[in-house]
Nanobody
Framework: QVQLVESGGGLVQAGDSLRLSCVGS????????MGWFRQAPGQEREFVAA????????YYADSVKGRFTISKDNAKNTVDLQMNSLKPEDTAVYYC?????????????????WGQGTQVTVPS
């Protein structure tokens, strides 16, 4: 059974940093590109960041570029999202996902496996 489990969410103040982690099991995720998506209350789920199969290429949504960093460790089957300079508009449930492709995919329909999500709250 393929599983992705996120951790590291929480309540932080604007300007703070937070690091999300996602660990996969039941599949060799070194075959996959990995991504992070988020969904704010009342809004559709949106792309945040993606990393290529080998970890050497990253792609970010404009809203997080320069503040967030995605990294992948194929030996540990993990993908992390370092979030700096957090803003209230970053408040959302963050989801980790895996796409059976080599490039840093940004479309949700490219992703075959999803975690359950972790809540990040940045009060205004």
């Amino acid at each position: 059974q393929v599983q992705l489990v996120e951790s590291g969410g929480g309540l932080v103040q604007a300007g703070d940093s937070l690091r999300l982690s996602c660990v996969g099991s039941g599949r060799t995720f070194s075959r996959d590109a990995m991504g992070w998506f988020r969904q704010a209350p009342g809004q559709e789920r949106e792309f945040v960041a993606a990393v290529s199969r080998g970890g050497g290429s990253q792609y970010y949504a404009d809203s997080v570029k320069g503040r967030f960093t995605i990294s992948k460790d194929n030996a540990k089957n993990t993908v992390d999202l370092q979030m700096n300079s957090l803003k209230p508009e970053d408040t959302a449930v963050y989801y980790c996902a895996a796409a059976p492709t080599y490039y840093s995919a940004s479309h949700q329909n490219e992703y075959a496996y999803w975690g359950q999500g972790t809540q990040v709250t940045v009060p205004s």
